[in-house]
């Protein structure tokens, strides 16, 4: 909740100020908004009593001057980048010096989680502890996993800047900035609602299932937490080429770079105190297991997209595709320790929780060629001339990317339990899996043009 308020804040802000420099840049003046410019005109009318500037080239009045950006010669003297000289507050609006652009939206997305095998099982009181929470045996009952953790709804903010370099709109530049803000996913159990407790696995010595057990009335007591996180980057640096305007239509090839940046986090943990005197530890012990896998994947390459824009009176409708081919770098990284209490001797701590043992601990690495999708839908009114308002949805697809949980091999062997009886084990083992990545959802947003 902390994380969907702090986002809240950030859009919040954002928006206010996209407001102020939308009233600042028009404070009442009579600009001529694009459904107000007569056809083939490129003069914009101020108040009377004003001077009209005009964006066509007078031989008595004007020269043109050339830009150097473009080798185009139809910029004119008196006006720099659509501001009149000497103010920054008469600002000269017109269709076609539509220059510089910023926009700031706030996303309502929905992400694809990962998905984690069973986690934590219970059973119906009275049932033999040998048989309890045993994937497979009667009344045995997954209280996490076997699902996706991470997925759903989740908020975030886009920035997004852009200028023409000329006022033939021919050649541009565009700059954005997207991130899903960072939530964390808490699950915690214990033995007060749920008597029986059991973190499940597949015995690789025994060739069965089986569940190592946490809380068993009369035995043993013991709590279980887990916490997922997730966090979504991208940046965009384009190039931007109009390829034709005619009429409201207007279409744009763009071509560039594309970082993408995914980080996720999965840690489990129990803590056992021991009480029986049937139990595996003397009475007074205390074991606690952590389980502690991460994931980032960071995706670089070129990008190319096409934009069509609509204007029609004050409403505008932009359709975007783009395309990024590069490569995505996978690092994996797996770590699990066991702390052991017992009365009357020093506490140890030994490498090795239940689900990363020392056969699959460590950090892994990998990189391959991904192809990056993306595409965006966006409606806008003009609230004034610079100011308009936007909603939209957009469709985010990345292939091949690691998680948490693809990462995590329930086939174990009892012998690498910490302290480990055995170095030739070979169960779990890490094997690199990848799956599909996409985001997706609506964006309300503010855009400022002058």
Request: net charge negative.
């Given at each position: 909740?902390?994380?969907?308020?702090?986002?809240?804040?950030?859009?919040?802000?954002?928006?206010?100020?996209?407001?102020?420099?939308?009233?600042?840049?028009?404070?009442?003046?009579?600009?001529?908004?694009?459904?107000?410019?007569?056809?083939?005109?490129?003069?914009?009318?101020?108040?009377?009593?004003?001077?009209?500037?005009?964006?066509?080239?007078?031989?008595?009045?004007?020269?043109?001057?050339?830009?150097?950006?473009?080798?185009?010669?139809?910029?004119?003297?008196?006006?720099?980048?659509?501001?009149?000289?000497?103010?920054?507050?008469?600002?000269?609006?017109?269709?076609?010096?539509?220059?510089?652009?910023?926009?700031?939206?706030?996303?309502?997305?929905?992400?694809?989680?990962?998905?984690?095998?069973?986690?934590?099982?219970?059973?119906?009181?009275?049932?033999?502890?040998?048989?309890?929470?045993?994937?497979?045996?009667?009344?045995?009952?997954?209280?996490?996993?076997?699902?996706?953790?991470?997925?759903?709804?989740?908020?975030?903010?886009?920035?997004?800047?852009?200028?023409?370099?000329?006022?033939?709109?021919?050649?541009?530049?565009?700059?954005?900035?997207?991130?899903?803000?960072?939530?964390?996913?808490?699950?915690?159990?214990?033995?007060?609602?749920?008597?029986?407790?059991?973190?499940?696995?597949?015995?690789?010595?025994?060739?069965?299932?089986?569940?190592?057990?946490?809380?068993?009335?009369?035995?043993?007591?013991?709590?279980?937490?887990?916490?997922?996180?997730?966090?979504?980057?991208?940046?965009?640096?384009?190039?931007?080429?109009?390829?034709?305007?005619?009429?409201?239509?207007?279409?744009?090839?763009?071509?560039?770079?594309?970082?993408?940046?995914?980080?996720?986090?999965?840690?489990?943990?129990?803590?056992?105190?021991?009480?029986?005197?049937?139990?595996?530890?003397?009475?007074?012990?205390?074991?606690?297991?952590?389980?502690?896998?991460?994931?980032?994947?960071?995706?670089?390459?070129?990008?190319?997209?096409?934009?069509?824009?609509?204007?029609?009176?004050?409403?505008?409708?932009?359709?975007?595709?783009?395309?990024?081919?590069?490569?995505?770098?996978?690092?994996?990284?797996?770590?699990?320790?066991?702390?052991?209490s017992i009365p009357g001797q020093a506490t140890t701590t030994?490498?090795?929780?239940?689900?990363?043992?020392?056969?699959?601990?460590?950090?892994?690495?990998?990189?391959?060629?991904?192809?990056?999708?993306?595409?965006?839908?966006?409606?806008?009114?003009?609230?004034?001339?610079?100011?308009?308002?936007?909603?939209?949805?957009?469709?985010?697809?990345?292939?091949?990317?690691?998680?948490?949980?693809?990462?995590?091999?329930?086939?174990?062997?009892?012998?690498?339990?910490?302290?480990?009886?055995?170095?030739?084990?070979?169960?779990?083992?890490?094997?690199?899996?990848?799956?599909?990545?996409?985001?997706?959802?609506?964006?309300?947003?503010?855009?400022?043009?002058?």
């Amino acid at each position: 909740m902390r994380c969907v308020k702090r986002w809240s804040i950030h859009c919040a802000l954002a928006a206010v100020a996209a407001v102020g420099l939308g009233l600042w840049a028009s404070p009442g003046r009579a600009q001529l908004a694009p459904w107000q410019q007569p056809p083939g005109s490129h003069a914009a009318v101020d108040p009377p009593g004003d001077t009209i500037v005009t964006t066509g080239t007078d031989a008595a009045t004007a020269t043109p001057s050339s830009n150097p950006w473009t080798d185009e010669e139809d910029e004119q003297i008196g006006t720099v980048w659509g501001f009149r000289p000497g103010t920054l507050t008469g600002l000269v609006y017109d269709a076609t010096h539509d220059r510089i652009w910023f926009r700031s939206e706030f996303l309502g997305w929905w992400t694809k989680g990962f998905t984690v095998p069973a986690l934590l099982t219970t059973s119906p009181a009275g049932t033999p502890e040998t048989e309890a929470g045993i994937l497979g045996v009667a009344g045995t009952r997954v209280l996490l996993g076997d699902q996706d953790l991470q997925g759903g709804f989740r908020p975030g903010e886009r920035l997004t800047f852009g200028t023409w370099l000329g006022q033939t709109q021919t050649w541009g530049i565009e700059a954005s900035y997207l991130q899903i803000a960072q939530q964390s996913d808490s699950y915690s159990f214990n033995g007060a609602n749920v008597p029986i407790l059991a973190r499940p696995f597949f015995n690789a010595q025994s060739g069965q299932q089986d569940a190592e057990i946490l809380n068993y009335p009369g035995a043993q007591t013991g709590v279980f937490s887990a916490v997922a996180t997730s966090e979504l980057q991208t940046a965009e640096v384009l190039l931007r080429k109009n390829l034709t305007r005619r009429d409201c239509l207007a279409i744009d090839f763009s071509a560039g770079y594309r970082y993408q940046q995914l980080n996720d986090h999965l840690g489990v943990a129990d803590t056992l105190s021991f009480s029986g005197s049937a139990a595996a530890f003397p009475a007074g012990s205390i074991v606690n297991q952590q389980d502690l896998l991460a994931t980032r994947n960071v995706f670089n390459g070129g990008e190319a997209g096409l934009t069509a824009s609509l204007q029609r009176d004050r409403w505008s409708l932009e359709t975007v595709v783009k395309v990024a081919i590069g490569e995505t770098s996978s690092i994996v990284s797996m770590y699990g320790a066991t702390t052991t209490s017992i009365p009357g001797q020093a506490t140890t701590t030994q490498s090795g929780g239940l689900l990363v043992l020392p056969t699959n601990t460590g950090v892994f690495d990998s990189q391959r060629l991904s192809l990056v999708s993306e595409l965006e839908l966006t409606l806008g009114w003009n609230f004034t001339p610079q100011l308009r308002g936007t909603v939209g949805y957009d469709l985010l697809h990345w292939p091949g990317v690691a998680r948490p949980g693809d990462q995590i091999d329930p086939n174990l062997d009892p012998r690498q339990f910490p302290p480990s009886v055995s170095s030739t084990a070979a169960r779990p083992e890490f094997v690199l899996h990848t799956s599909d990545y996409w985001a997706q959802g609506v964006n309300l947003g503010l855009d400022l043009r002058f």
